[in-house]
């Protein structure tokens, strides 16, 4: 097995726990969540004694499904994956076919778990958490949870997990969360983002929060603008079902952006717990300032890519790829949006997000553009002083950069270029950092909600993004085209630089 972390990171071993995946044959469950905790398994975190237990539609053996863990988890981890570690996890692995939308469809869970608190028929252990994960469709959210309360399976230390999207809009995000909350208390409702689970997103809270570097100008007197890019080079990959009736901004800015949105521009909370942070982000969600529907037109930009070449491949067009053959879609696979949050910190400063599929680079990154030098002292033939830029790098090399501008070494004269400074968290914290999932999974049975979103947040979120929504689907227009392994449509481009601003290009 890997050595366990050492120093300030030694991890202890979780108390036994169950977790059962609904959903737990699908992708989600294979790519990411398997893997992650057979990760925590490596590493310690597991009790042998906990278990794991994928439930489906599928009416599959237990070891046909463990198979199927297996090949997912060699293809996932790699190197990591050893016949060791394998043979740790293999005995916490189960299997239960359910009809999750069915009354009665959960006798099989009932009799795996049991009525006591720790399943079996076990009531001697009280206290033993049991972790519903639904990595299901939307619209099973609230069946499946109203049916695990009918079922009996539902004790005090029972947490559900919810995947996004969480409705498609602000009503149908309150059915959503009415009907689980009918079953359970809001402390027990997980809402994950993954995006806020990764090391350069928490490491944003310590950088703003536990060093005065930076707070003085983190401010409009401070910041010119904020940006925030989420750029994929892939394309929907097999997801043109669920996707044709997304799109981009309900499927990325309505929950991973927004997020990021708020804890690079939210207040100080007091004090560094759940309910602390997530009202501070509420705050945030509340001071955006809407759009109007003359704004939307001018201060939005949803395209759709067309066939093109992307890391030196052909690639189809998203119609292609979902195969409507030739039937036109509206659905936006690209956005760039410029907003402002209206408050006394930060009006005045504009932020610009953009998000797209088949784009010419993949990353996402927090722009935090600060503003000119009031007088500049150096001489006229010197380069134009850059303003200072922080940029924080999210994936896939997550890590923090400051431009600045420095004096060329030399007898040349006061010369002068911006150079950066560059932490990487993997050059800096040698070994592997866990994915996000790892992170949020055990923080679900830990009981710690710091990084999950709360209802209020999710409905203040929808309030935004719908008018949006429903200015684009009354319009006749369609989506911008723009070429696979381009940056988008150049109105995107436009966007910003009728301002006299420019994306950022560390993503090229």
């Keep these: 097995m890997r050595a366990p972390h050492s120093g300030h990171d030694r991890l202890t071993t979780m108390s036994p726990f169950d977790m059962i995946v609904f959903g737990g044959t699908g992708d989600l469950a294979m790519r990411k969540l398997m893997p992650a905790l057979l990760h925590r398994c490596i590493d310690g975190q597991i009790d042998a004694a906990s278990r794991i237990v994928g439930v489906g539609r599928s009416n599959v053996s237990a070891d046909a499904y463990t198979k199927r863990v297996e090949e997912a988890c060699r293809k996932s981890m790699g190197g990591d994956f050893t016949e060791r570690s394998w043979s740790a996890f293999v005995p916490c692995l189960d299997y239960v076919a359910v009809d999750a939308a069915s009354e009665d469809g959960f006798s099989g869970l009932q009799r795996l778990l049991g009525p006591g608190p720790s399943g079996n028929g076990d009531a001697a252990a009280p206290g033993r958490v049991r972790v519903f994960y639904l990595a299901t469709a939307p619209d099973l959210f609230g069946p499946t949870c109203v049916n695990l309360g009918r079922a009996g399976l539902v004790t005090p230390e029972t947490r559900v997990v919810l995947e996004k999207p969480i409705g498609r809009d602000l009503s149908s995000s309150r059915a959503i969360n009415d009907a689980v909350g009918s079953v359970f208390r809001e402390e027990q409702i997980f809402r994950i983002d993954h995006y806020l689970g990764k090391e350069a997103v928490q490491n944003l809270l310590a950088l703003r929060f536990a060093n005065t570097l930076f707070e003085p100008v983190w401010n409009a007197s401070g910041v010119d603008h904020l940006q925030i890019t989420v750029a994929e080079t892939l394309g929907i990959e097999g997801r043109g079902g669920y996707y044709d009736h997304s799109g981009a901004l309900r499927d990325m800015v309505q929950n991973h952006m927004l997020q990021l949105l708020c804890l690079t521009t939210m207040e100080p909370p007091a004090r560094f717990e759940p309910d602390a942070i997530r009202d501070e982000k509420r705050k945030v969600l509340h001071a955006l300032r809407p759009l109007t529907d003359a ?205 006299g601003r420019t994306w950022s290009e560390n993503l090229d």
């Design 295 to 499: 704004e939307v037109v001018t201060h939005t930009v949803r395209g759709q890519y067309r066939a093109g070449v992307v890391d030196g491949k052909q690639v189809p067009g998203y119609v292609d790829e979902i195969d409507r053959s030739g039937d036109p879609s509206s659905t936006e696979t690209f956005v760039a949006i410029k907003g402002e949050i209206a408050n006394w910190r930060w009006g005045g400063v504009p932020f610009y997000l953009r998000t797209g599929k088949r784009l010419a680079g993949r990353g996402s990154e927090i722009v935090v553009q600060f503003r000119d030098v009031p007088h500049d002292i150096f001489p006229i033939a010197n380069t134009r002083l850059v303003p200072n830029r922080l940029i924080i790098r999210v994936q896939p090399d997550e890590g923090i950069r400051l431009d600045l501008m420095t004096k060329v070494p030399g007898t040349g004269g006061m010369r002068l270029r911006p150079a950066p400074l560059d932490l990487s968290f993997a050059e800096e914290f040698h070994g592997r950092s866990p994915e996000a999932y790892e992170r949020l999974l055990l923080d679900v049975v830990r009981g710690d909600s710091t990084l999950f979103m709360r209802r209020d947040e999710i409905e203040a979120a929808w309030s935004w993004v719908e008018p949006i929504l429903q200015v684009w689907e009354d319009s006749s227009e369609p989506p911008r085209s723009y070429p696979a392994g381009s940056w988008g449509p150049s109105s995107a481009i436009a966007l910003i630089e009728r301002d």
